[in-house]
């Protein structure tokens, strides 16, 4: 009889795409795309940046009404008009950019729209706070129901979006990039989360540029490309070259291509740095062509220090020196004046002006104080945005698209361009290729290495560790706050990078 289960499963997905068809002006971004999702099962939807993935996501959610084709549950056509049709249909997902609300509780964020009601209708905030508490406590989140949403980091917010999803009693789950924020511990809870789900019957799409991942939590796979169904089946019987082939079209050979660059004189020295919760004693110098590589795991206190380096937060000793002289940075601004800029992690929120044409972002602050006849401006803009948005591989129908419809990628290519284009001395990269397909993620890679050849000196922090090897001249691994060690040449590897990130000496035991 073989297996039963599955047999009956691959006969009935919960939910199926049929032909659907949406166009933006000048972008199909869907082009009668298929896709089936099975209960008790995980589908990984995968494609490059731009490809149509988060668009799926919309219109299974009642976001985007699709131009033709059919939504089908239990084989049953169906319509989502609103996104709450789509949620009372049993669809929930947690999105690339999930909106929610500062000023709101956890516990109201997570029941905003569908709050528990009690006599009269009144809302029923106790109840509201226990459900909150206990889906909260069910994904592992230590967060309290009645904090307020600004209060919390990124990964805690990412954690709220989640529980909002789940508090929706769902046949389908949606996942759109839902590790991108998160600590490797959490990762794993998610990861929890998800076998939760499956067992308990929900079907799961799963959307992710990482492989390790994929390949860890799915059972199905589909690809698209350039808005259209290229194939689906068993992540049993693929491996991840077949997977990146159908993906972009060819092979990628996954290589990083740094070049040899000649490292010239001091830029940046750091002494002392040292902040009352986050970072302590932290020193070290940066030389001209340099790629400087900052590992540990999320949570060390990399990005925590970063922002103090540039002014976003005041650390309570420490001097910075450029060039040789002691530079007083207190604000963004003043980093900026110093030549270093900073490309954060959250790239949504300090990133772009979403209904500004990408020319306009990317030269906003390279040409922002110039004043010229309007046609040369323009001109020159457009140059300028020209030649770094494709050296940074992004796909956009034209310059003059707002960058709020571009794809999750491409907006982070825009603000990566844009800092690059200012010509810094120094340029710290957050996580440079995070959300950035497996395709573009070499051209991200091929033009750091290019520029630092050409003189920049690049602080990248990556918690990738082929990424840290591949492009790192030399590294620094951080642990709680502190400098774990600093590692180049022969005494680089995974195994040491790994050590010093987690505290473990050479014999195995925890320092
Ligand atoms: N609201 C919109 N207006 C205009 N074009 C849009 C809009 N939303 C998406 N697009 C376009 O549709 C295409 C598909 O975008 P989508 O966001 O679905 O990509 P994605 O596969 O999720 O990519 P990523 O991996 O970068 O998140 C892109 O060309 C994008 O620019
Ligand atoms: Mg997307």
Redesign the pocket.
């Known amino acids: 009889m073989g297996n039963l289960a599955a047999d009956a499963s691959a006969a009935h997905p919960v939910l199926a795409l049929d032909g659907i068809t949406k166009t933006?002006?000048g972008?199909k971004?869907l082009d009668s795309v298929r896709l089936h999702l099975f209960p008790g099962e995980v589908t990984a939807l995968i494609?490059?940046?731009?490809?149509?993935?988060?668009?799926?996501v919309k219109t299974l959610t009642g976001i985007y009404q699709p131009d033709s084709g059919q939504i089908l549950m239990d084989g049953q056509p169906v319509q989502f008009p609103t996104a709450q049709s789509a949620a009372d249909a049993g669809v929930t997902a947690i999105h690339?950019e999930t909106v929610l609300f500062e000023e709101l509780s956890v516990a109201e964020n997570i029941y905003i729209g569908h709050a528990p009601r009690g006599a009269f209708k009144m809302i029923d905030r106790r109840k509201m706070r226990d459900d909150a508490a206990r889906i909260l406590t069910s994904i592992g989140a230590k967060i309290d129901p009645m904090v307020r949403l600004k209060d919390l980091g990124i990964a805690s917010r990412h954690l709220v979006a989640i529980a909002r999803a789940l508090s929706i009693d769902a046949r389908v789950v949606i996942m759109?990039?839902p590790t991108a924020a998160l600590s490797q511990k959490e990762i794993e809870e998610l990861y929890e989360l998800v076998d939760h789900l499956k067992a308990q019957g929900k079907a799961i799409l799963f959307?992710s540029?990482k492989f390790d991942e994929i390949f860890r939590i799915a059972d199905r796979w589909t690809v698209?490309r350039d808005?259209q169904f290229i194939g689906e089946g068993l992540m049993s019987e693929v491996d991840e070259s077949d997977l990146v082939r159908r993906m972009v079209g060819r092979s990628v050979d996954q290589i990083y291509p740094k070049r040899a660059a000649v490292i010239g004189n001091e830029v940046l020295k750091v002494v002392g740095y040292s902040h009352a919760t986050e970072f302590e004693d932290i020193n070290f110098t940066l030389n001209r062509g340099e790629i400087l590589g900052f590992y540990g795991l999320v949570g060390a206190g990399r990005s925590e220090f970063m922002q103090s380096l540039i002014g976003i937060t005041r650390p309570t000793k420490g001097v910075t020196r450029v060039g040789g002289d002691i530079c007083v940075i207190r604000s963004p601004a003043d980093a900026v004046d110093a030549g270093i800029v900073y490309v954060p992690e959250d790239r949504g929120k300090q990133g772009a002006i979403l209904d500004m044409p990408i020319f306009q972002n990317v030269t906003l602050p390279s040409l922002g104080r110039t004043s010229k006849n309007g046609f040369t401006r323009m001109a020159e803009e457009f140059a300028l945005a020209r030649t770094y948005t494709q050296r940074l591989d992004l796909?956009?129908?034209s310059l003059d698209?707002p960058v709020?419809?571009?794809?999750?990628?491409?907006q982070q290519k825009v603000v990566i361009a844009k800092w690059l284009a200012t010509k810094p001395r120094v340029i710290i990269l957050d996580e440079p290729t995070k959300?950035i397909?497996i395709g573009s993620k070499a051209a991200v890679h091929d033009f750091m290495s290019e520029l630092a050849a050409q003189g920049l000196s690049v602080i990248m922090v990556s918690s990738e560790i082929p990424e840290i090897m591949g492009m790192s001249d030399r590294v620094i691994v951080m642990r709680e706050g502190r400098i774990a060690a600093e590692l180049s040449g022969d005494a680089l590897s995974p195994e040491t990078l790994v050590r010093h990130a987690a505290g473990i000496t050479a014999k195995g035991e925890a320092a």
């Open positions: 933006f002006p972008v971004a494609g490059e940046n731009g490809a149509g993935k988060s668009t799926v690339q759109d990039e959307i540029h698209f808005g796909r956009a129908a698209t709020g419809s571009l794809s999750g990628g491409n959300g397909d």
